[in-house]
């Protein structure tokens, strides 16, 4: 038995190596990357690299422009902006990959079911996945966040549960293509049960498209958790890049560093996402792969 | 299949759409915690006799499943309900409120395809070029940067620094402008949240259509076009854009939903008397009958642009009509 799985290591070894070739070609794929490792890293490190809180008020003066202790500048309570970018890239990074994560599962899961089974299970599962893409996003998480309390686990908890449905159609039309091929077979073939040939057959083979939903939706929750802290309907406790623009809001005039800077992190991450994803897209689509 | 059949078909099945986003709402404000009740009865002293009359008047007495069925019943007949804070009828606030919206939303998504399209094709004409990759960044910054961000940004250049515009509001308070003044000065107020509004569409808009002008400039009949010796402006927008441009439609018309979360988030930068900012303040009062109607009224509207999109598409396409498409 030892022989055929060290082949298959080998194997993958070799496509994650393949992988790499082509996603290395796409330079803005690397910028991407770069950005996304610098933010884990300064959200890993925070507390090593300011000395301030973020929370902490009065380090300054208040609405002291950006310099050379204050690098971002404070806010109206002198509290350190700088800081509060660091650390508040914990809860976006954080929140865009647990939601992101969870909604994949979710979405896998329930396209897996419907597209193997199919009959009227698939047209239950794709009627509420339809209703779901109707559904504003952004309005419904406001929704829910205002009437079940603005806390970081129901944002993501939200955000999980509303955008799964585009990760479910794709799954659910690779498992349409893929369910009758010859391995799928071969495997029933040889009594493999439902599960196992879901999970171990098909499921590796629908993942290119999933993995790139994933990066994109990443960058739509961060985006999302932002959105939802700006307006005020975000976690109060946690400083948030959305809750310092919230904050930063009324001061725009005065102290414009208050809302430059937090802003500007929003925007880099999610670019980063994009970028990842739009390299992703071309490493992994056979389509494009011989270009 | 006639383009009648088609409608009426697209019509019956939008319909269980509807009843669905109404059902999963009410599930929603229902699960949530706090008793309405108490909320809007809250701000005026209330006693247990004010509190029943209320729980009457709101059917919140009567068992879960019955205030559904009247709640649906009543809903598709268009009687939205009465909100509280407001003492009005809840589908006269949100009309109130819809032209604000809807011109904002019109205008940014005019504006996204009168840059985005020609930014796409341009970028079309010499794939990976400096122009195209100038372009493709660009537009991937633009759907990266945050709507109300943008807005906080463009206040400060366009308002504060540079004085050009006006940051709040539709109109310019205490004035009492009429005709062509008063559209001129709403003019103004729109310029900068429809712009704002535009970006990340405009974006996205670019990017499809460089990608389907790229589809369509590969396939035999632009070959026989170039080789007819046709000149390449003709080439690219009498063969190929026309051609480009379908798939394009039904796009834009899934994005509608999409902005409406933008519109909420610009609506609150620039104080824009819309959909959003009543949204905002229907949350902060916990009106729930308001919040079930907008979400409802939000949805229709989504459900209505959809519906458009597609029959404008099988207008444009007769094959759809004849199609296998679901």
């Given amino acids: 038995?030892?022989?055929?799985?060290?082949?298959?290591?080998?194997?993958?070894?070799?496509?994650?190596?393949?992988?790499?070739?082509?996603?290395?070609?796409?330079?803005?794929?690397?910028?991407?990357?770069?950005?996304?490792?610098?933010?884990?890293?300064?959200?890993?490190?925070?507390?090593?690299?300011?000395?301030?809180?973020?929370?902490?008020?009065?380090?300054?003066?208040?609405?002291?422009?950006?310099?050379?202790?204050?690098?971002?500048?404070?806010?109206?309570?002198?509290?350190?902006?700088?800081?509060?970018?660091i650390f508040g890239a914990r809860v976006s990074l954080a929140v865009g990959f647990l939601a992101a994560i969870t909604a994949t599962n979710i979405g896998i899961l329930i396209g897996a079911l419907a597209g193997y089974f199919g009959g009227w299970l698939d047209d239950l599962l794709m009627r509420i996945a339809e209703m779901f893409m109707v559904v504003p996003v952004f309005?419904?998480?406001?929704?829910?966040?205002?009437?079940?309390?603005?806390?970081?686990?129901?944002?993501?908890?939200?955000?999980?549960?509303?955008?799964?449905?585009?990760?479910?159609?794709l799954v659910r039309a690779e498992f349409l293509s893929l369910k009758h091929?010859?391995?799928?077979e071969a495997a029933r073939s040889l009594s493999a049960g439902h599960l196992d040939i879901i999970f171990s057959e098909i499921l590796p083979n629908a993942l290119a498209p999933v993995i790139i939903t994933a990066s994109l939706q990443v960058a739509s929750a961060i985006l999302i958790e932002a959105g939802l802290s700006f307006l005020g309907f975000g976690d109060p406790n946690t400083v948030s890049w959305g809750l310092m623009l919230y904050w930063a809001q009324k001061f725009i005039r005065h102290a414009p560093w208050?809302?430059?800077?937090?802003?500007?992190?929003?925007?880099?991450?999610?670019?980063?996402?994009?970028?990842?994803?739009?390299?992703?897209n071309d490493a992994l689509n056979p389509r494009l792969k011989e270009r | 299949m006639s383009l009648l059949r088609f409608t009426v078909r697209r019509v019956l099945q939008a319909a269980p759409l509807l009843v669905g986003v109404i059902v999963l709402n009410f599930i929603i404000i229902h699960m949530a915690p706090g008793d309405p009740v108490l909320v809007i009865a809250g701000e005026y002293g209330t006693?247990?006799?004010?509190?029943?009359?209320?729980?009457?008047?709101?059917?919140?007495?009567?068992?879960?499943?019955?205030?559904?069925?009247?709640?649906?019943?009543?809903?598709?007949?268009?009687?939205?309900g009465h909100s509280f804070v407001w003492n009005q009828s809840v589908l006269k606030i949100i009309l109130e409120f819809v032209p604000a919206t809807l011109l904002l939303m019109g205008a940014s998504l005019i504006l996204s395809v009168l840059i985005g399209i020609p930014l796409g094709v341009w970028a079309?004409?010499?794939?990976?070029?400096?122009?195209?990759?100038?372009?493709?960044?660009?537009?991937?910054?633009?759907?990266?940067?945050?709507?109300?961000?943008?807005?906080?940004?463009?206040?400060?250049?366009f308002s504060v620094h540079l004085r050009w515009l006006p940051?709040?509001?539709?109109?310019?308070?205490?004035?009492?402008?009429?005709?062509?003044?008063?559209?001129?000065?709403?003019?103004?107020?729109?310029?900068?949240?429809?712009?704002?509004?535009?970006?990340?569409?405009?974006a996205l808009v670019a990017r499809l259509a460089r990608a389907s002008m790229l589809e369509v400039m590969s396939l035999d009949f632009i070959t026989t076009a170039w080789s007819k010796g046709l000149g390449e402006r003709r080439v690219i927008?009498?063969?190929?854009?026309?051609?480009?441009?379908?798939?394009?439609?039904?796009?834009?018309?899934?994005?509608i939903g999409y902005m409406f979360g933008g519109a909420i988030l610009t609506e609150t930068v620039f104080a824009w008397p819309g959909l959003g900012r009543l949204m905002l303040r229907a949350l902060s009062t916990r009106d729930y009958p308001l919040i079930m109607g907008m979400f409802i009224v939000i949805t229709a509207l989504i459900i209505l642009a959809n519906l458009i999109t597609d029959i404008a598409y099988a207008m444009l396409d007769p094959r759809v009509r004849y199609g296998k498409k679901k």
């Avoid at chain 1, 091929?181 to 799928?184: A, L, M, Q, W």
């Avoid at chain 1, 800077?261 to 994803?277: D, E, Q, R």
């Avoid at chain 2, 004010?50 to 919140?60: F, N, S």
């Fill in chain 2, 167 to 202: 940051t709040q509001g539709m109109k310019t308070i205490a004035s009492s402008l009429t005709g062509a003044a008063n559209l001129l000065d709403i003019a103004r107020h729109l310029v900068l949240p429809a712009s704002v509004l535009a970006l990340a569409q405009l």
């Fill in chain 1, 1 to 85: 038995m030892t022989a055929p799985v060290r082949q298959s290591k080998h194997r993958a070894v070799r496509a994650l190596r393949e992988f790499w070739r082509r996603y290395r070609k796409s330079r803005s794929g690397l910028v991407g990357l770069a950005l996304v490792c610098g933010l884990v890293l300064l959200a890993l490190l925070a507390g090593a690299i300011t000395s301030f809180t973020p929370l902490e008020t009065k380090t300054g003066v208040p609405f002291e422009r950006p310099g050379t202790v204050h690098y971002f500048g404070t806010d109206d309570l002198g509290r350190d902006v700088f800081s509060g970018v």
């Fill in chain 1, 181 to 184: 091929r010859d391995f799928v």
């Fill in chain 1, 258 to 280: 208050m809302a430059i800077f937090p802003g500007l992190a929003i925007s880099l991450a999610t670019l980063g996402f994009n970028l990842i994803g739009d390299a992703l």
């Fill in chain 2, 124 to 157: 079309s004409r010499k794939p990976y070029s400096l122009a195209d990759n100038a372009i493709t960044t660009l537009c991937l910054a633009g759907y990266s940067i945050p709507v109300f961000w943008f807005g906080l940004m463009s206040i400060l250049l």
């Fill in chain 2, 47 to 80: 006693t247990p006799e004010y509190l029943a009359m209320m729980r009457a008047k709101m059917g919140l007495d009567k068992p879960l499943h019955v205030q559904l069925l009247v709640y649906l019943k009543t809903t598709l007949t268009g009687d939205l």
């Fill in chain 1, 139 to 169: 309005v419904l998480a406001l929704l829910l966040v205002a009437l079940f309390g603005p806390s970081i686990g129901n944002v993501v908890i939200v955000l999980s549960v509303l955008s799964w449905p585009g990760t479910a159609r």
């Fill in chain 2, 237 to 255: 927008f009498r063969h190929g854009l026309r051609n480009a441009l379908l798939p394009l439609v039904t796009v834009i018309g899934l994005q």
